[in-house]
């Protein structure tokens, strides 16, 4: 048994509908606690998959997925030797640590983040340095991070927009970030959320690609194409470090139904530039209807609100007798709630306003 495993403990997934259903005595449930995509998945995935030939199940899938590499590259402007697929982002997360993790080196990850980055780090025997996020804005703190680098840093893990706050970096903040990492710091970008940032031209880090061979950028296809059921994501990075990576993956870790929902996902753009618009109106609900009852929360540029309240389990607990599963514990007084559909947004608000005592 490896040391480093034995002191960690499982990510506890989310429960099932069906589980929350049966403990809460609940015959409604919406989950709004996994980022889920609210408006579900587009049609035309749905009928690719009807369609699907099953009677090929006896035949390992394409393990370099090529159908779907050229759609990606072709959609991302880069080279199919740069793109690396994973089951799911979460797969990327652990072959990126341990390619480029050894036990004593240090990875830098801003405080509050994703989950992931720290326990595959830990998994590795890799030591953590956390550097708490600009509590007023929730921006990162570039200058402290560039203070804790040292000669066993690998890796910096910067989320986009961040989860849980949302919070989206200028990609000229970045820029002038990434100029002072040393270039044998890999500094990889989560930009799961990407698709849901608004009011920008190119919300994206990835022209940074062209300037430095030390950066990664990672995309999924859980949140914004809707399909967390069917586990894809990927990271572009330099064709030198694609290829350590390839070494470590799984030769079919993609099945044939993943990669051809991907793929017609990746076709309908349309789908996903309306899920883009709906989550925007109703985020801006969100923030009106927080600044109206004097929560504090973060801007968000995601499809999620994070925002700070008193005895918040409480809250969670509320919400969820009257079917609303929010996302709790990842600060004692804070809750994550992805954004829903503009009924459901409705109703919690009005909870949480009578929960304030604050209903107009
Ligand atoms: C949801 C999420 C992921 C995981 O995505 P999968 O592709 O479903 O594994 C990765 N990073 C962040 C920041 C996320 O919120």
Redesign the pocket.
């Known amino acids: 048994m490896k040391e480093t495993i034995k002191k960690l403990q499982s990510y506890i997934p989310e429960e099932t509908i069906n589980q929350v259903k049966k403990k809460y005595h609940l015959s409604y449930i919406n989950r709004l606690s996994a980022?889920e995509n609210s408006y579900g998945t587009s049609p035309k995935v749905v009928t690719a998959l009807q369609n699907f030939d099953f009677s090929k199940s006896n035949f390992y899938p394409d393990g370099y997925a090529q159908e779907l590499r050229t759609k990606v590259a072709n959609q991302m402007q880069v080279d199919e030797k740069n793109i690396v697929f994973g089951v799911?982002?979460?797969e990327i997360i652990s072959y990126l640590s341990r390619v480029f993790l050894e036990k004593g080196d240090e990875v830098i990850i801003p405080q509050p983040t994703?989950s992931e980055y720290k326990l595959n780090a830990e998994v590795e025997g890799a030591k953590v340095i956390s550097v708490s996020i600009d509590k007023l804005t929730g921006r990162y703190d570039y200058e402290t991070m560039l203070t804790k680098i040292t000669s066993r840093t690998k890796i910096i893990w910067i989320?986009n927009p961040n989860?849980p706050t949302g919070v989206y970096e200028p990609v000229a903040a970045l820029e002038r970030f990434i100029k002072q990492v040393p270039q044998n710091i890999l500094v990889l970008i989560?930009e799961?959320y990407i698709q849901f940032v608004t009011g920008l031209k190119e919300a994206s880090a990835l022209p940074l690609l062209k300037e430095f061979d030390n950066v990664g950028i990672m995309r999924?296809f859980?949140?914004a194409y809707g399909l967390?059921n069917f586990?894809v994501?990927f990271i572009v990075l330099s064709s030198k470090l694609a290829e350590y990576m390839q070494t470590v993956r799984l030769p079919y870790n993609l099945n044939s139904l993943s990669q051809k929902a991907a793929g017609v996902a990746l076709d309908d753009q349309a789908f996903v530039k309306q899920v883009q618009a709906k989550n925007a109106i109703e985020r801006d609900k969100w923030q009106t209807f927080l600044k109206r009852v004097g929560l504090k929360y973060y801007p968000s540029q995601a499809n999620f609100i994070y925002f700070y309240v008193d005895n918040s389990a409480a809250l969670a607990d509320k919400l969820l007798s009257n079917g609303f599963q929010v996302r709790r514990g990842l600060e004692p007084t804070s809750l994550r709630i992805t954004i829903g559909k503009a009924e459901a947004n409705v109703r919690m608000q009005n909870i949480i306003a009578q929960y304030l005592n604050k209903l107009d």
Do not use: E, P
């Open positions: 980022n799911g982002l979460d994703f989320c989860n989560d799961a999924t859980s949140k967390a586990r994501g």
